[in-house]
C-alpha cells in the first residue's frame, strides 16, 4: 500500500541551530548547530519527508539565512519566514477513515535539538 510522505514543520532558532537570545544576537554571533541536527536532516531528506523550516525571522533576512542554512549544510525545501514569538497553530482535517492523525506537534526544550525525536 502507498504511504504518503510527511511533512515536517520544524523552528530554526533554538531547534536546529542554538538560540542566542534577541533577533541581533542570533544574526550575529558564529551560529551553532544543535546536537544531530544534520543527522536527522538527512535522515527525513532519505525519507523523501517535505522539509519546511520556519522562523520568527524577519522576511529582510531571508537571504542571510539561506545562506548560513546552507552553510550549515542544512537541507529543506520551503523557508517559512516571519511568523514572530506567539505560539504556531496547525490546523488540519481527519482523513474518513480517521485511522491516523493527520497533524502531531511536538514541543522541544530550547536548545536540546532534535536528536532524539522520533516521529
Not at 75 to 103: C, E, F, S
Request: aromatic residues 6%.
Amino acid at each position: 500500500m502507498f504511504k504518503k510522505t510527511k511533512t515536517i514543520f520544524c523552528d530554526i532558532d533554538g531547534t536546529l541551530i542554538k538560540h542566542n537570545g534577541s533577533l541581533s544576537a542570533q544574526v550575529t554571533s558564529e551560529p551553532e548547530l544543535l546536537e544531530g541536527t544534520i543527522e536527522i536532516l538527512d535522515e527525513w531528506d532519505r525519507k523523501c519527508y517535505n522539509i519546511v523550516l520556519v522562523t520568527g525571522r524577519r522576511e529582510s533576512l531571508r537571504d542571510f539565512t539561506k545562506k548560513q542554512l546552507e552553510e550549515l549544510g542544512i537541507v529543506y525545501d520551503q523557508l517559512v519566514m516571519g511568523l514572530g514569538g506567539g505560539p504556531r497553530v496547525l490546523i488540519n482535517d481527519l482523513k474518513p477513515k480517521g485511522d491516523d492523525p493527520t497533524a502531531i506537534a511536538v514541543n522541544l526544550e530550547r536548545n536540546k535539538g532534535i536528536k532524539d525525536l522520533e516521529i
